[in-house]
């Protein structure tokens, strides 16, 4: 039988960043941060579509929320955020509880230890979400 490449799980690759619903094999090579989609991020910045998208859909705060959050791998603390942007924790957690309610930020239970000896809760980037988003904003 000869090989052949599975087109479902390449686009859903390519578009989400991550295999949610496919069986990902040898998981010993998967690399610790999940790999961002290339819809998304553009070397180190927010590719120009997703920031146009973003625009019309999120305030400036979110915007940098979640740019940092993209620069540290699409999935941070609180904590890492606050070392990353210098903001205030409170200024950190209105703008998580802002995206979370739109369902772009999620927590899948996952905890870090924080600076203080505190497990803190590890927040991720549902990108599935936000690229439903994106779609709607491009139309």
Do not use: H
């Not at 146009?52 to 904590?79: C, H, P, S, W």
């Not at 957690?93 to 930020?105: F, P, T, W, Y």
């Not at 927590?107 to 000896?117: C, I």
């Not at 927040?123 to 779609?135: R, T, V």
């Amino acid at each position: 039988m000869s090989f052949k490449q599975n087109m479902r799980k390449l686009e859903r690759i390519q578009r989400f960043g991550v295999t949610v619903d496919l069986p990902l094999f040898n998981q010993k090579d998967v690399p610790e941060k999940k790999k961002l989609p290339a819809w998304i991020w553009d070397g180190k910045e927010i590719s120009r579509r997703a920031y146009d998208a973003f625009k019309t859909q999120f305030a400036q705060k979110e915007i940098e929320y979640l740019r940092a959050v993209l620069e540290l791998g699409g999935e941070a603390t609180d904590n890492e955020i606050v070392d990353l942007l210098g903001w205030p924790p409170g200024y950190v957690s209105a703008r998580r509880n802002a995206l979370k309610e739109l369902g772009i930020i999620v927590s899948y239970g996952k905890t870090k230890l924080g600076p203080s000896g505190v497990r803190n809760t590890v927040w991720s980037i549902n990108f599935q979400k936000l690229y439903l988003i994106i779609e709607e904003a491009e139309c």
